[in-house]
């Protein structure tokens, strides 16, 4: 299938997650955005939303509101990344809470609705848990690529790379983490060689 190209000015980070950690700062990440593409609207970016605990909505509500203004798709992830399909099943109370605590931190700093799609952390899920997400309005959205990237040591801008590019696909939805700075740095150049192999970037709740 022949997929059409986007104008290089277009081109974005394909998905920037903010993860707990100290290996590379929200800041870090942005300028890398910035640098290569200047931070359009063609990626979907999710943020972890359970940062708010540890202040990050407060700290880089700018950030946020820059987002959502340039429309990026900024998702829920829960607010204390427990187990969901085990809080589905032993405190269903407790599910809505880790959603809907999230929805409001993002709305009373932000101003406006967060996207309704959820990431469920370390990709743990149950039917009965995307029936409970399903009904509170949202759309389960998982990843196709990952790597051991949550560990801030393995922090080699080639290894990330070699891993980015050796198992690009249609449709992939990638995992990077912003606990790993090699990601920060390797994206310029995984997005030149994406940009070479003729695909585009798009936001998640455009896939089918």
């Not at 998982?142 to 449709?171: P, Q």
Request: include cysteine; glycine fraction near 6%; hydrophobic fraction near 35%.
């Amino acid at each position: 299938m022949q997929i059409k190209k986007l104008p290089k000015s277009e081109l974005d980070v394909m998905k920037s997650i903010w993860k707990l950690g100290d290996g590379v700062s929200s800041k870090e990440v942005v300028e890398a955005m910035e640098e290569k593409n200047g931070w359009k609207r063609t990626t979907t970016l999710t943020l972890l939303s359970r940062l708010a605990e540890k202040g990050f909505i407060e700290a880089n509500t700018d950030i946020v509101k820059r987002m959502v203004n340039e429309g990026h798709v900024v998702g829920n992830h829960t607010y204390n990344h427990p187990n969901m399909a085990q809080t589905a099943e032993e405190n269903p109370e407790q599910f809505i809470k880790e959603l809907a605590i999230t929805e409001d931190t993002f709305k009373n700093l932000v101003g406006t609705e967060m996207d309704k799609v959820l990431r469920f952390p370390e990709g743990t899920f149950s039917e009965c848990a995307m029936d409970y997400a399903n009904e509170m309005g949202y759309k389960c959205i998982f990843w196709s690529f990952a790597y051991k990237d949550w560990n801030a040591e393995w922090n080699d801008k080639d290894y990330a790379l070699d891993w980015m590019k050796t198992y690009s696909h249609n449709g992939a939805i990638y995992l990077l983490h912003g606990v790993n700075k090699a990601n920060a740095d390797a994206l310029d150049e995984f997005i030149t060689y994406m940009d070479s192999e003729g695909y585009r970037f798009d936001v998640v709740t455009n896939l089918n």
